[in-house]
């Protein structure tokens, strides 16, 4: 580990976003999902565009409120991901709230907020992102830092995943190449090839263009259409490749392992807008189990929006039963003054 860790470049610190890195870029979270859902629906009905996703957005919503109506959209993807493992039927599957979710983030993508992104990329530490959110605001904000303003050449270091266009090498920039990202739950512009298994980035969100049109096709295979690629928020995110049969969770594997080995070896670990939500098991072993190993660590800390009673002692509960795992007995931070502001002092 140490021949690694020494290496120039090294990413020394690792900041790991949740969905409340991306509210104050207007992008919708698990709690005001159906809200911006029913806003998405409703202005398709006003506007008069995009009429053959009315149908989908109307069942999705329906079958929410009638059957699930206290659950949020993860836990109702995992009610329906469960009926599904155990054959029963429901009018609506997985694939159809898979749609549902990467249209409604994609339709509602303006006007986009990526100011505290690009503090953060600027932010002059080796570092590395790990993400659990579909938008693009990270993506926008370096491109726009670029003055690119993702024309097709843009370059964004996703570790395992190719763009759909030939990149020019020419036109890579010190931000571009310096900052892997990676994105456990997949990405609004990612798109994967049933033929090949790969999985490919475009500049902009893909999940409404692939809804609507059959004419996107992998770089290799230009008679396969290609098809978006999200992780729902669901239990079996990392599925086991079917042998012989082309995957993308190949690919997606290999985000996750760079991003345990990243957090296995940093020396501080930034927690922004994440809350450890009792549904995703998985990620708090996945941390966990980096925490154990990571003899390094100095410093973690905890970046939320502010909290009062209850519920502060419930989010550090969360975090204290996964943070007490850390072998290296690392300084803890909470800072409960939101992204916003901690972006802001780190452009300081
Ligand atoms: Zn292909």
């Known amino acids: 580990m140490d021949?690694?860790?020494?290496?120039?470049?090294?990413?020394?610190?690792?900041?790991?976003?949740?969905?409340?890195?991306?509210?104050?870029?207007?992008?919708?979270?698990?709690?005001?999902?159906?809200?911006?859902?029913?806003?998405?629906?409703?202005?398709?009905?006003?506007?008069?565009?995009?009429r053959d996703r009315i149908p989908l957005f109307q069942n999705a919503l329906n079958y929410w409120n009638e059957n699930f109506n206290d659950y949020n959209i993860e836990e109702y993807y995992s009610a329906i991901e469960m009926d599904e493992q155990l054959n029963h039927n429901n009018s609506i599957t997985t694939e159809n709230l898979k749609d549902f979710i990467g249209l409604t983030i994609d339709i509602l993508r303006?006007?986009?907020?990526?100011?505290?992104?690009?503090?953060?990329?600027?932010y002059k530490v080796a570092k590395a992102i790990i993400t659990t959110n579909w938008?693009?605001?990270?993506?926008?904000?370096?491109?726009?830092?670029?003055?690119?303003?993702?024309?097709?050449?843009?370059?964004?270091?996703?570790?395992?995943?190719?763009?759909c266009d030939e990149i020019d090498p020419k036109t890579l920039t010190p931000i571009m190449l310096s900052t892997p990202?990676?994105?456990?739950?997949?990405?609004?512009?990612?798109?994967?090839?049933?033929?090949?298994?790969?999985?490919?980035?475009?500049?902009?969100?893909?999940?409404?263009?692939?809804?609507?049109f059959d004419n996107v096709k992998c770089r290799k295979h230009k008679d396969i259409r290609l098809m978006p690629f999200i992780v729902p928020p669901t239990l079996s995110k990392l599925e086991k490749p079917e042998p012989n049969v082309k995957s993308p969770y190949s690919q997606l594997s290999s985000i996750w392992s760079k991003a345990s080995e990243y957090l296995r070896s940093c020396e501080k670990i930034y927690f922004i807008g994440y809350s450890f939500p009792e549904t995703d098991a998985q990620?708090?072993?996945?941390?966990?189990?980096?925490?154990?190993?990571n003899s390094n660590l100095k410093e973690i800390i905890i970046v939320s929006n502010q909290k009062n009673g209850y519920s502060k002692v419930d989010f550090e509960e969360r975090y204290n039963s996964i943070l007490s795992k850390a072998r290296?007995?690392?300084?803890?931070?909470?800072?409960?003054?939101?992204?916003?502001?901690?972006?802001?002092d780190l452009a300081k």
């Open 135 to 163: 938008d693009i605001l990270l993506e926008r904000s370096i491109t726009e830092l670029e003055g690119t303003i993702f024309d097709k050449n843009a370059y964004i270091n996703y570790i395992a995943i190719q763009s």
């Open 181 to 212: 990202i990676m994105k456990l739950h997949g990405s609004l512009n990612w798109c994967y090839c049933s033929k090949c298994g790969n999985i490919y980035y475009f500049n902009q969100p893909m999940y409404d263009a692939l809804y609507s």
């Open 3 to 50: 021949s690694v860790t020494k290496q120039s470049g090294y990413p020394k610190e690792v900041f790991f976003l949740g969905a409340g890195a991306s509210v104050s870029g207007r992008v919708p979270t698990f709690a005001n999902f159906r809200d911006k859902a029913n806003e998405v629906l409703y202005n398709m009905k006003q506007e008069g565009g995009n």
């Open 110 to 122: 303006k006007p986009l907020n990526t100011l505290s992104y690009k503090y953060l990329v600027k």
């Open 283 to 293: 990620m708090r072993i996945f941390i966990s189990n980096a925490l154990k190993e």
């Open 328 to 344: 290296s007995n690392p300084k803890l931070i909470c800072n409960y003054n939101g992204f916003e502001e901690f972006c802001k």
